[in-house]
């Protein structure tokens, strides 16, 4: 373990540089990368092979299908055919968007849900008179929830999915029940709490009146160019092919990332678009980080520090499988609430596989914990998860800024909730198994 000690603090200070946003996470994990490189702690050849490369080739097909498809326009015409239906009722505008959001983030990913999404609702929300922050907030939070579904929804989905081997329809299969009873539940709180703020519009005139004026400043604003059909059609056809591949993957025997990567290649060669330009729109400060990620966990892997902290703290609470479950579930959930769930998600994949190796717990229980746990507890504050920091971001541009301690008291409350149902949900799993 001596020779650990700077990995060790290389790693931390990359984590508190992510955490805090001290400079650019890519950038922090690949200085983080350079550093362990310049002073010959592991050779480049080495680092590279430790980059899990099936999470990359997933992350970026995904990412250029979604950008052919968002050049489509039909995310914005969606949106703003959503807002039309809403027809200013506060509530419906909670239903609906929610809807469409947990939707789109399961199939797609939640951080370009959010992108599509926040715009519309803040537009459609301040322009009523409405507080739009409420309605932010709730879009970041069921983002996370419905990206917890499947396994290209959210990123600690596709790192475990990836890293392990498990399949698209096992998480659907193993979590669409927690996700679905979560996202009504989410929902029925962000009501409760904020019931005045949800009473209907329909008595007054006036303010029907002004949405409807409203509603065509939206469809004016987001409709600068019309929708290309032919693209759409070929967009959505691959992304149905993709997911049919995905559905299929125990039968065709390919992997996620060369599924996203095959039908992403196809669709630049049939949609003939300016591929210079559609490359340039894909969140590649992201792969970077991932890469860089997977280098610095690896190196702690291979020093024997993952297997020190599994010893001295996870396996400490012994053999008993609930206990085990729900340790993961709650150190995942908490811990990602207020740092980064994505290095969180990859740091604790060596741990569980040691924790599983030490006590057998059936049916890959414990993946679903971390899922649901980095998934849900990246919901406890605006840094837990990127879709989080995005939304803000994005309010943030229409001059609604939404401070820490505001998101934290709309979210908190559902996160601890939506943990309580997982822990239900999986100790009912594991009774049911065991």
Not at 112 to 118: A, F, G, K, N, Q
Not at 131 to 140: E, G, M, R, W
Not at 360 to 380: E, K, M, Q, R, Y
Not at 383 to 399: E, F, Y
Request: hydrophobic fraction near 60%.
């Amino acid at each position: 373990m001596e020779d650990a000690l700077i990995p060790i603090i290389v790693f931390a200070l990359v984590y508190v540089a992510i955490t805090f946003e001290i400079i650019n996470k890519a950038v922090a994990a690949m200085l983080g990368v350079m550093v362990l490189l310049a002073i010959h702690v592991v050779d480049e050849h080495h680092a590279v092979a430790l980059i899990d490369f099936e999470t990359i080739m997933l992350l970026l097909g995904m990412m250029s299908i979604v950008v052919i498809l968002r050049k489509s326009g039909v995310f914005t015409y969606l949106s703003v055919k959503i807002a039309e239906m809403t027809k200013g009722s506060p509530l419906k505008i909670l239903i609906l968007f929610s809807i469409v959001t947990a939707v789109l983030s399961a199939f797609l990913d939640n951080v370009t849900t959010v992108l599509i999404i926040i715009p519309i609702i803040v537009e459609l929300t301040a322009g009523m008179g409405l507080d739009p922050k409420l309605f932010v907030i709730s879009q970041a939070v069921i983002s996370n929830i419905g990206g917890t579904a499947t396994l290209i929804g959210d990123p600690p989905n596709i790192i475990i999915g990836s890293k392990v081997g498990l399949t698209f329809n096992q998480f659907v299969v193993n979590l669409i029940i927690p996700v679905l009873i979560s996202f009504c539940v989410a929902l029925l709180i962000i009501w409760y709490f904020n019931r005045e703020r949800f009473k209907p519009i329909d008595t007054n005139l006036g303010k029907l009146f002004s949405v409807q004026l409203l509603l065509e400043k939206i469809r004016f604003e987001f409709f600068h160019t019309p929708i290309d059909k032919h693209l759409l059609a070929k967009g959505l056809g691959c992304l149905l092919l993709a997911i049919v591949l995905f559905v299929t993957q125990t039968i065709t025997k390919l992997s996620p990332g060369v599924v996203a990567m095959l039908v992403a290649m196809i669709l630049f060669t049939i949609s003939r678009v300016d591929v210079e330009h559609m490359l340039e729109e894909i969140e590649w400060s992201t792969l970077l980080f991932f890469a860089g990620l997977f280098i610095l966990v690896g190196v702690l892997e291979e020093k024997g520090v993952i297997e020190w902290v599994a010893n001295n703290v996870f396996l400490r609470v012994g053999d008993n499988p609930y206990v085990m479950v729900l340790m993961v579930l709650w150190v995942a959930g908490i811990v990602s609430g207020f740092l980064d769930n994505i290095p969180f998600t990859i740091t604790m994949i060596p741990i569980v596989r040691l924790m599983m190796e030490s006590s057998p717990v059936p049916h890959d229980i414990l993946w679903w914990s971390l899922a649901l746990g980095a998934c849900f507890g990246g919901n406890l504050t605006m840094i837990g998860a990127s879709a989080n920091i995005v939304s803000i971001g994005m309010a943030k541009q229409s001059k609604v800024n939404i401070s820490f301690l505001e998101f934290m008291r709309s979210s908190a409350l559902i996160t601890i909730v939506t943990l309580v149902i997982a822990s239900a949900y999986l100790s009912l799993y594991l009774w049911l198994t065991l």
